[in-house]
C-alpha cells in the first residue's frame, strides 16, 4: 500500500527538519561563551618574572595578540611576524631604537615600522577596543622580552609614551 | 459535513469548559473563610470591624508596597529585563524578523519592475502577469515589515533605553527623513500594486522606479545606524600621506563630532552593496518558494505551468545575485579587516571561525540545492539527456569546493592548545583554512554553477549562428582560462608574503566576473533565434524540484539570520564598538549553539508567518463566496434566506 503524506505535513516536515539539521550544525562545534577579559590585577611590588606571566596572560586575553594575529614558533604563510625570538631580535629591527624602544614602539604606534612582508595592520593597544593600561603595557613588554631574550622590565621602567 | 461537527463540538466543548471554569473559581472564591454576617454586622455597630487573615494580608501587602514606591527615588533605568527569555534575544528575534521582512520587500519591488519593463520592451503580457504575481505578496509583507519594526522600536526603548537614547542622540536629524521616505515607500507601493492595469504602462513603471529608489533610500538610512555602531567614523587621508586614516565621529567620550562622519561611516557602503545583492537573492528565494507552493496546491495543467515558470523566473533571479554575493561579502570583510584588523580577526579566527563552518555549509547546500533544481529542470525539455553526463563532474567540483570552504583556519582552542600548536591554528589543515584556498573554492563554486546554467539553457536547443563551432570553442577556452587563474593564484598564494597573497583576491575574483560577462555576451547571439529540438513543458518537472526551491528559501533565510548574528555579534562587549560598552548581564558572546537556536526559531517564525503572507495572497485567486442554491444541494436559498 503506498503511503501519501499530505502536502501541508511534507512542508512543515521538510522547514521543521531542514531548520533542526542546521540547528544540530550549531551544536556540535565547539562552544565557547566569550565574556569580556577579566581584569588583570598588577601590584606594585610584582617583579619582572610575574610581569612576564602576566603579560603571557594578557597576549591571549585582553590583548588579543595570539587570538588569530601574531603566532609563536610558526612558520609558513603568516597573518602577522611569528613572535618566537622577538626578545633577541627587537635591538637589531631599527637602527638607534633599544630592544626596549623598539618593543614599546610597536605596541603604542604599530604603524611606525612594518616588519617587511607583512602588510599594516595593528592598531594601538592602549586605545580602544583593547585599552591596555600602561602598566599591562609594561607587562606585555616583559613577556615579549622573555621570547628569545632577557626580560628587564620593572613598573619603574619608563617607555617614553 | 463531518467537518462542521466537529467543529461544532469543539465549540461546544470550549463553551462548557469556559462556564466551569469560572464557575470553578466563583466556588472557590465564595467558600474562602469568612466570618459569620451576624458577628460582621455586631462588630461593625460598635466600630471594630475585624478583617479576614487573607484581607489582612492583602491591605499589609498594599501599604508595604506604597511605602516602597514613596521611598523610592527615580532613577533612569540603564536596562530592563524580560523573564525567561531576556532582552537581548527579545530584541535580536524582532529585529530579524523586521530585517527579513524588510528584505523581502525591498527585494520584490526592484525585480517585479525589471520583469515589467521586459514585458513592455518585448510587448509580452505574460511577463506582466508574472510581476504582477510577485508584487501580490507585498501587501502583507510590508504590514508586517511596519509591525515588527515598531516593536523592534519599542523593545529598544523599553529594554536598552540608555543606549536608545546615545543613538538618538547621534542619529535624531535622520529620523524626519526617514518617516516622511517610509509615508513615500507606503504610497508608491499601494499605488503600484493597486494601480495595475489602472495606468498606462510608463506611469506604472514611473511608480514601480519611485518604490525601489524610496526603498533603497530607506534602507541607506537604516544602514547608517547599524554601521555607525560597528564602525562609528570614516576612512579619509588626513594627513596626506597617502594612507588612509581613521576620522572617529564621536569623541572619545561618545559626544557626536560629524553627523556627516557617523552616517556615512567606514562600513557604510560596503554593507548597502551587500544588502541590495542579497535582498535581491533573498526576495527571490521566497518569491520562488511562493510559486513551489502555489504548484503544490495546483490542480490544473495551465496552473502548474504558470507556477512552474514563476518558480524558475524567482530561481533565476536568486542565483543571478547569489553569483556575485561572495565578492560582496568579501569587500564587507575587507573594509571590516581595514576598519580594525581586531574586529576582522574576531570574524575570521576567532570566537566566530566555527560559525564560518557553519556557514559553508549553508553555501554548499545552498549551490546544491540551485543545481539540483537546475539539472532537475532540464527534464522539461527533450534533449536533455544530452547534457546529464556532465552532472557528475560538476557535483564533484562543487563537493570539492564546498569541503575546502568549510576548513577553518584557526579553531577555538585551551590556553594549553594554542601552546601546543604554537598559535591557534592546526598545523596541516589551516592551509586549506587559508584566504588562498578559501577565493580559490569560491570561485570554481561559482564558475561550476554558472556551467549548470549554461548547460540548462543549452539543453533541447541547437545553435543557428554560422559561426557557432568557433563561438563555442571560445566560450570553452574563457571559461578554462579563468578556471586555471583562479587555481594558479591559489596555489601560489602559498609561496608569497601575506600582502602579496591578499592582493592575488582581485585577479582572481575579476577573472571570474571577466568569465561570466564573456561567455554570456558571446552565448546571447550564439542562441538567438536557436532551433528547439523539442517544446519546453512547463508544469512538467518533478514535485521533488518545488521542495528544493523551498529547501533554497529556507538555506537563504536561514544564513541571513547566521550572518546578522555575526555581524551584530562581532562588537562583543560594546554597543558602539570601542565607544560605549555594554554593561547589561548580556554583555558576553553566547555559544554558537545558543546563537543556532534563536536562528533557528526566529526562522521558523518567519516560515510560519509566511505561511500566513501566501495563503493571503493566494486568496486572491480564489472565486468570491456565494450562498449555496437548493439546486446545489445547500439548505439555503439564493440570498442567503432560510429554506
Request: net charge negative; hydrophobic share 50%.
Given at each position: 500500500?503506498?503511503?501519501?503524506?499530505?502536502?501541508?505535513v511534507?512542508?512543515?516536515?521538510?522547514v521543521?527538519?531542514?531548520?533542526?539539521?542546521?540547528?544540530y550544525?550549531?551544536?556540535?562545534?565547539?562552544?565557547?561563551?566569550?565574556?569580556?577579559p577579566?581584569?588583570?590585577l598588577?601590584?606594585?611590588?610584582?617583579t619582572?618574572e610575574?610581569?612576564?606571566?602576566v603579560?603571557a596572560?594578557?597576549a591571549?586575553g585582553?590583548?588579543q595578540?595570539?587570538?588569530?594575529?601574531?603566532?609563536?614558533?610558526?612558520?609558513g604563510p603568516?597573518?602577522?611576524?611569528?613572535?618566537?625570538g622577538?626578545g633577541?631580535?627587537?635591538?637589531?629591527?631599527?637602527?638607534?631604537?633599544?630592544g626596549?624602544?623598539?618593543?614599546a614602539?610597536?605596541?603604542?604606534?604599530?604603524?611606525?615600522?612594518?616588519?617587511p612582508?607583512?602588510?599594516?595592520?595593528?592598531?594601538?593597544?592602549?586605545?580602544?577596543?583593547?585599552?591596555?593600561?600602561?602598566?599591562e603595557?609594561?607587562?606585555?613588554?616583559?613577556?615579549?622580552?622573555?621570547?628569545?631574550?632577557?626580560?628587564?622590565?620593572?613598573l619603574d621602567?619608563?617607555?617614553?609614551? | 459535513?463531518?467537518?462542521?461537527?466537529?467543529?461544532?463540538?469543539i465549540?461546544?466543548?470550549?463553551?462548557?469548559?469556559?462556564?466551569?471554569?469560572?464557575?470553578?473559581?466563583?466556588?472557590?472564591?465564595?467558600?474562602?473563610?469568612?466570618?459569620?454576617?451576624?458577628?460582621?454586622?455586631a462588630?461593625?455597630?460598635?466600630?471594630?470591624?475585624?478583617?479576614?487573615?487573607?484581607?489582612?494580608?492583602?491591605?499589609d501587602?498594599?501599604?508595604?508596597?506604597?511605602?516602597?514606591?514613596?521611598?523610592r527615588?527615580?532613577?533612569e533605568?540603564?536596562?530592563r529585563?524580560?523573564?525567561?527569555?531576556?532582552?537581548?534575544?527579545t530584541?535580536?528575534v524582532?529585529?530579524?524578523?523586521?530585517?527579513?521582512?524588510?528584505?523581502?520587500?525591498?527585494?520584490?519591488?526592484?525585480?517585479?519592475?525589471?520583469?515589467?519593463?521586459?514585458g513592455?520592451?518585448?510587448?509580452?503580457e505574460?511577463?506582466?502577469?508574472?510581476a504582477?504575481?510577485?508584487?501580490?505578496?507585498?501587501?502583507?509583507?510590508?504590514?508586517?515589515?511596519a509591525?515588527?519594526?515598531?516593536?523592534?522600536?519599542?523593545?529598544?526603548?523599553?529594554?536598552?533605553?540608555?543606549f536608545t537614547?546615545?543613538?538618538?542622540?547621534?542619529f535624531?536629524?535622520?529620523?524626519?527623513?526617514?518617516?516622511?521616505?517610509?509615508?513615500?515607500?507606503a504610497?508608491?507601493?499601494?499605488?503600484?500594486?493597486?494601480?495595475?492595469?489602472?495606468?498606462?504602462?510608463?506611469?506604472?513603471?514611473?511608480?514601480?522606479?519611485?518604490?525601489?529608489?524610496?526603498?533603497?533610500?530607506i534602507?541607506?538610512?537604516?544602514n547608517?545606524?547599524?554601521?555607525?555602531m560597528?564602525?562609528?567614523?570614516?576612512?579619509?587621508?588626513?594627513?596626506?600621506?597617502?594612507?588612509?586614516?581613521f576620522?572617529?565621529a564621536v569623541?572619545?567620550s561618545?559626544?557626536?563630532?560629524?553627523?556627516?562622519?557617523a552616517?556615512?561611516?567606514?562600513?557604510?557602503?560596503?554593507?548597502?552593496?551587500?544588502?541590495?545583492?542579497?535582498?535581491?537573492a533573498?526576495?527571490?528565494?521566497?518569491?520562488?518558494?511562493?510559486?513551489?507552493f502555489?504548484?503544490?496546491?495546483?490542480?490544473?495543467?495551465?496552473?502548474k505551468?504558470?507556477?512552474?515558470?514563476?518558480?524558475?523566473?524567482?530561481?533565476?533571479?536568486?542565483?543571478?545575485?547569489?553569483?556575485?554575493?561572495p565578492?560582496?561579502?568579501?569587500y564587507?570583510?575587507?573594509?571590516?579587516?581595514?576598519?580594525?584588523?581586531?574586529?576582522?580577526?574576531?570574524?575570521?579566527?576567532?570566537?566566530?571561525?566555527?560559525?564560518?563552518?557553519?556557514?559553508?555549509?549553508?553555501?554548499?547546500?545552498?549551490?546544491?540545492?540551485?543545481?539540483?533544481y537546475?539539472?532537475?529542470?532540464?527534464?522539461r525539455?527533450?534533449?536533455?539527456?544530452?547534457?546529464?553526463?556532465f552532472?557528475?563532474?560538476?557535483?564533484?567540483?562543487i563537493?570539492?569546493?564546498?569541503?575546502v570552504?568549510?576548513t577553518?583556519?584557526?579553531?577555538?582552542?585551551s590556553?594549553?592548545?594554542?601552546?601546543?600548536?604554537?598559535?591557534?591554528?592546526?598545523?596541516?589543515?589551516s592551509?586549506?583554512?587559508?584566504?588562498?584556498a578559501?577565493?580559490?573554492?569560491?570561485?570554481?563554486?561559482?564558475?561550476?554553477?554558472?556551467?549548470?546554467?549554461?548547460?540548462?539553457?543549452?539543453?533541447?536547443?541547437?545553435?543557428?549562428?554560422?559561426?557557432?563551432?568557433?563561438?563555442?570553442?571560445?566560450?570553452?577556452?574563457?571559461?578554462?582560462s579563468?578556471?586555471?587563474?583562479?587555481?594558479?593564484?591559489?596555489?601560489?598564494?602559498?609561496?608569497?608574503?601575506?600582502?602579496t597573497?591578499?592582493?592575488?583576491?582581485?585577479?582572481?575574483?575579476?577573472?571570474?566576473?571577466?568569465?561570466l560577462?564573456v561567455?554570456?555576451?558571446?552565448?546571447?547571439?550564439?542562441?538567438?533565434?536557436a532551433?528547439?529540438?523539442g517544446e519546453?513543458?512547463?508544469?512538467?518537472?518533478?514535485?521533488?524540484?518545488?521542495?528544493?526551491?523551498?529547501?533554497?528559501a529556507?538555506?537563504f533565510?536561514?544564513?541571513?539570520?547566521?550572518?546578522?548574528y555575526?555581524?551584530?555579534?562581532?562588537?562583543?562587549?560594546?554597543?558602539?564598538?570601542?565607544?560605549?560598552?555594554?554593561?547589561?548581564?548580556?554583555?558576553?558572546?553566547p555559544?554558537l549553539?545558543?546563537?543556532?537556536?534563536?536562528?533557528?526559531?526566529?526562522?521558523l517564525?518567519?516560515?510560519?508567518?509566511?505561511?500566513v503572507?501566501?495563503?493571503?495572497?493566494?486568496l486572491?485567486?480564489?472565486?468570491?463566496?456565494?450562498?449555496?442554491?437548493?439546486?446545489?444541494?445547500?439548505d439555503?436559498?439564493?440570498?442567503?434566506?432560510?429554506?
Amino acid at each position: 500500500m503506498k503511503l501519501s503524506v499530505p502536502m501541508p505535513v511534507r512542508l512543515v516536515l521538510l522547514v521543521v527538519g531542514t531548520t533542526a539539521f542546521y540547528m544540530y550544525l550549531g551544536q556540535i562545534v565547539p562552544q565557547r561563551e566569550a565574556h569580556p577579559p577579566p581584569p588583570v590585577l598588577i601590584s606594585a611590588e610584582m617583579t619582572t618574572e610575574d610581569l612576564v606571566a602576566v603579560g603571557a596572560e594578557l597576549a591571549s586575553g585582553k590583548g588579543q595578540c595570539l587570538v588569530g594575529c601574531h603566532t609563536v614558533g610558526q612558520s609558513g604563510p603568516l597573518r602577522y611576524p611569528d613572535l618566537d625570538g622577538i626578545g633577541a631580535r627587537a635591538a637589531t629591527q631599527i637602527e638607534g631604537l633599544s630592544g626596549l624602544e623598539y618593543l614599546a614602539q610597536s605596541l603604542y604606534e604599530p604603524a611606525a615600522f612594518i616588519v617587511p612582508g607583512f602588510a599594516d595592520g595593528m592598531q594601538p593597544i592602549d586605545q580602544p577596543p583593547i585599552s591596555l593600561s600602561e602598566d599591562e603595557m609594561k607587562a606585555v613588554i616583559a613577556w615579549l622580552q622573555s621570547l628569545g631574550g632577557t626580560p628587564t622590565v620593572t613598573l619603574d621602567t619608563e617607555l617614553g609614551y | 459535513m463531518n467537518r462542521n461537527r466537529i467543529l461544532f463540538g469543539i465549540g461546544v466543548l470550549a463553551f462548557i469548559s469556559v462556564i466551569v471554569t469560572v464557575r470553578l473559581g466563583g466556588f472557590l472564591v465564595d467558600n474562602e473563610y469568612r466570618q459569620p454576617d451576624r458577628q460582621v454586622a455586631a462588630q461593625e455597630e460598635q466600630g471594630e470591624a475585624e478583617l479576614t487573615p487573607r484581607q489582612q494580608g492583602i491591605v499589609d501587602e498594599q501599604a508595604a508596597d506604597e511605602a516602597e514606591a514613596r521611598a523610592r527615588p527615580y532613577e533612569e533605568a540603564e536596562y530592563r529585563a524580560v523573564p525567561f527569555v531576556g532582552s537581548r534575544v527579545t530584541v535580536w528575534v524582532l529585529a530579524q524578523l523586521h530585517l527579513l521582512f524588510a528584505a523581502f520587500v525591498l527585494a520584490v519591488p526592484l525585480f517585479a519592475f525589471i520583469i515589467e519593463f521586459v514585458g513592455y520592451v518585448k510587448k509580452e503580457e505574460r511577463y506582466n502577469k508574472l510581476a504582477y504575481e510577485f508584487t501580490k505578496l507585498l501587501s502583507v509583507s510590508f504590514s508586517m515589515t511596519a509591525t515588527f519594526g515598531a516593536f523592534l522600536t519599542f523593545g529598544l526603548i523599553i529594554l536598552y533605553p540608555k543606549f536608545t537614547n546615545y543613538l538618538m542622540h547621534i542619529f535624531s536629524p535622520t529620523f524626519l527623513p526617514y518617516v516622511l521616505l517610509f509615508f513615500l515607500e507606503a504610497l508608491f507601493l499601494y499605488s503600484y500594486y493597486y494601480g495595475w492595469g489602472k495606468f498606462g504602462p510608463k506611469m506604472h513603471l514611473f511608480l514601480g522606479f519611485m518604490l525601489n529608489i524610496v526603498g533603497t533610500a530607506i534602507m541607506f538610512i537604516a544602514n547608517a545606524w547599524l554601521t555607525f555602531m560597528m564602525s562609528p567614523g570614516r576612512r579619509d587621508d588626513v594627513d596626506g600621506d597617502g594612507v588612509p586614516d581613521f576620522v572617529s565621529a564621536v569623541s572619545e567620550s561618545g559626544a557626536l563630532l560629524s553627523l556627516r562622519d557617523a552616517f556615512f561611516n567606514f562600513t557604510w557602503m560596503p554593507i548597502n552593496i551587500h544588502r541590495i545583492i542579497a535582498n535581491v537573492a533573498f526576495g527571490g528565494s521566497i518569491a520562488a518558494a511562493y510559486a513551489a507552493f502555489r504548484y503544490l496546491q495546483a490542480k490544473t495543467d495551465e496552473e502548474k505551468a504558470h507556477f512552474d515558470w514563476m518558480g524558475y523566473v524567482g530561481n533565476f533571479v536568486a542565483i543571478i545575485a547569489f553569483l556575485p554575493l561572495p565578492f560582496a561579502g568579501y569587500y564587507l570583510a575587507a573594509e571590516i579587516y581595514a576598519f580594525s584588523q581586531t574586529l576582522g580577526i574576531q570574524m575570521m579566527g576567532g570566537t566566530f571561525s566555527w560559525l564560518f563552518v557553519i556557514q559553508a555549509a549553508l553555501i554548499g547546500n545552498l549551490f546544491l540545492g540551485a543545481n539540483y533544481y537546475l539539472w532537475l529542470g532540464m527534464g522539461r525539455m527533450e534533449g536533455g539527456v544530452h547534457f546529464q553526463k556532465f552532472i557528475k563532474w560538476l557535483l564533484i567540483a562543487i563537493a570539492l569546493c564546498f569541503a575546502v570552504w568549510a576548513t577553518p583556519r584557526y579553531a577555538i582552542s585551551s590556553v594549553s592548545e594554542i601552546a601546543a600548536m604554537g598559535g591557534s591554528s592546526h598545523p596541516q589543515l589551516s592551509y586549506l583554512g587559508q584566504m588562498s584556498a578559501k577565493n580559490t573554492a569560491v570561485n570554481i563554486l561559482i564558475l561550476s554553477t554558472y556551467m549548470s546554467f549554461l548547460l540548462y539553457r543549452r539543453t533541447g536547443r541547437q545553435s543557428v549562428h554560422p559561426h557557432r563551432q568557433l563561438l563555442t570553442r571560445a566560450q570553452a577556452i574563457v571559461f578554462s582560462s579563468a578556471a586555471a587563474l583562479v587555481i594558479f593564484y591559489g596555489v601560489y598564494g602559498y609561496f608569497v608574503d601575506s600582502a602579496t597573497r591578499i592582493r592575488f583576491a582581485i585577479p582572481q575574483v575579476y577573472s571570474v566576473l571577466a568569465a561570466l560577462v564573456v561567455i554570456t555576451v558571446i552565448d546571447l547571439p550564439l542562441y538567438r533565434n536557436a532551433t528547439q529540438s523539442g517544446e519546453t513543458k512547463w508544469g512538467k518537472i518533478p514535485a521533488v524540484s518545488q521542495y528544493a526551491l523551498i529547501f533554497i528559501a529556507l538555506s537563504f533565510t536561514w544564513l541571513m539570520g547566521l550572518m546578522g548574528y555575526v555581524r551584530s555579534g562581532l562588537r562583543q562587549e560594546w554597543h558602539v564598538y570601542g565607544v560605549v560598552l555594554d554593561t547589561s548581564p548580556d554583555a558576553y558572546t553566547p555559544t554558537l549553539g545558543f546563537a543556532t537556536q534563536v536562528v533557528s526559531v526566529t526562522v521558523l517564525i518567519f516560515f510560519g508567518l509566511l505561511g500566513v503572507v501566501f495563503w493571503l495572497s493566494s486568496l486572491g485567486g480564489k472565486k468570491d463566496w456565494e450562498p449555496k442554491t437548493v439546486a446545489d444541494g445547500g439548505d439555503r436559498l439564493e440570498g442567503g434566506q432560510a429554506a
